[in-house]
């Protein structure tokens, strides 16, 4: 566009001065949006309980000028190419070359101001949100897919380059599906780790420090949920580390979900000639001094089994400290051990009945056993 042609005629003067006056016209205008963007951040996004706005609107503001300047300036050198078509060639090729070159320029910058939004999504997720997932999954993830997605970007920009300048994009497109897929079966156990990591950070089944039961009946807490594992430490403080795709896809206890307040058991003998109500009444009452029992109007003594020697039973017990497990199931049974000795309760050692042939039979010897 000559807008200069009134003034100075159809001539190359007036096309390229044109061209640069539009140029300067456009950087007042990105000044002029930078003060608006300014504006609202200060007013409007301050106002929101979310600094997404305040991030968005920061680099929006930050770039615009210089986006709206390429973006002018590339329009402006490709009418300028229209006005050259009766100069000379080295004329034609150099507008040709100025505008080639403005519209690289202009998707790059277009790149990078996609990629500080990104970088944006991903600032104000870590946060102001990772913080209330109780998990450092998101935080190990974010960053990955932040870089994932500045490289899907760029990508997109050389593509939409290449094809601009009528390149055949389908061989490189062809080369990227291929080195994708060989990347994927490279590294299958990793990827299938990592994307049972993030069906743990949405699926939640549980959170730091909970106590849950592994796949191997080992019982822990859970120490740190990763990328690629899960670590849980044990009762004996050995760290376990759980490939995640293993976890997805066994079961797993959860002893702190819902709610902290779990029933665990404890099992004893007693001998064949105990009152068993007494019995169950005084460990009931024992149990239930103790301060880390809870809900002790469910607390039980069940008989379980008729062994060889004993009775075996079980005290049932309910903790709101399932970390605490161990030490109060010994705590449990010294308590029941003082109870059973106090009242003369007595536990049993394993025991056999002999029989020997009576001596009205008339043959006291014990019979030997078939040869």
Known sequence: MNILEPVLGDTLLSDALSAALLIFLSYLAGRLLKILFTFARRGWAKRTKSSLDDYIL??????????????????????L?????????????????VNAATYIMAMMYV???????VDSFVLWYLKDVSHRTQTHLDDELAPLVNRVLNILVAAVVVIVVLDHFNQNISTLIMSLGVGSLAI??????????????????????FRLSDRVRLPSGTFGNVHEIGMRSTKVIDDNNVMIITPNSEIVKSQIWNLSYPNNVVRFRVSFNVAYDTDIPRMQALLIA?????????????????????GESSIHCDALIRTAKPNGIPPLSSLILQRIH??????????P?????VHFPSAQTGDSRVPLPPQ
């Open 81 to 97: 190419i229209h006005y050259v078509q009766d100069e000379s060639q080295y004329i034609r090729t150099a507008a040709v070359v």
């Open 58 to 79: 920061t680099v929006l503001g930050r770039f615009i000028t210089g986006l709206v300047v390429l973006i002018t300036a590339y329009f402006a050198t490709r009418g």
């Open 184 to 205: 994927a079966l490279a590294a299958q156990e990793t990827l299938a780790n990592m994307i049972a990591g993030f069906v743990l950070m949405i699926d939640r089944p």
């Open 286 to 306: 024992a149990i239930n001094t103790l301060s880390d029992v809870v809900e002790p109007e469910t607390t039980e003594v069940r008989m379980m089994e008729l």
């Open 349 to 353: 050692f394993p025991q056999r009945v």
């Open 111 to 117: 790149a990078f101001m996609l990629a500080k939004v």
């Open 338 to 347: 003082a109870t059973l000795v106090e009242n003369g309760i007595r536990i």
